[in-house]
C-alpha cells in the first residue's frame, strides 16, 4: 500500500502505491507504526475524490465525488486518537485540468500518479471528543 522512509526525529517520508485509497493507506500507516497523533503534509494525483462540506445549520456533512484527474495542490491533516484507534482529519485542495481548484474535508481520494507525504509523529498522544454543539470531533486536551 505504501512504502516509506523514517527521518530520525519522529518523521516519516511516504510513498503511496499507485490506485490506493489515500485514508486508507494512511489509517494502515498510522496503525502500522503505531502513531496517535501528529501532521501529515503531501501532494499528488487523484482521479477519483469525495469532498465533504459540514453544514452548520444542519451538522451533516455533505459529501460531493469528483471523477476526474486531478492533482493534489495540497493535503493537510492532522492524527490523533478516538476510541484508542488513529483518528484521521485531512483537508484537500485539488486543481483539474483547467487549472481551477476545489477542496474539501476529505473522505476518499483514489491515486493516479503518485502520492507523496510527510508525516510527523507528536511524541504524546492527543485525543478527541465529540462536541455537541458544533457537532465536531474536537480535540481534548
Ligand atoms: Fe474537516
Known sequence: MYTCQEIPGGKFVLSLQNHVEI?????????E?????????????????TFRFLDPATKKY????????????NLTGNI???????????????SRRDYSCIGGHLLSAR??????????RFPVPVGRRFDEETGLNLYQF
Open 111 to 120: 491515486i493516479n500518479g503518485a502520492c507523496e507525504l510527510l508525516v510527523e
Open 62 to 73: 455533505v459529501d460531493k465525488t469528483f471523477a476526474e484527474q486531478m492533482e493534489i495542490t
Open 80 to 94: 490523533s486518537e478516538k476510541d484508542g484507534a488513529p483518528y484521521l482529519h485531512l483537508h484537500i485542495t485539488a
Open 33 to 49: 507504526k503505531h502513531i496517535l497523533a501528529g501532521s501529515i503534509s503531501g501532494l499528488g494525483a487523484i482521479s477519483e475524490a
Open 23 to 31: 485514508s486508507e493507506a494512511l489509517t494502515a500507516f498510522c496503525l
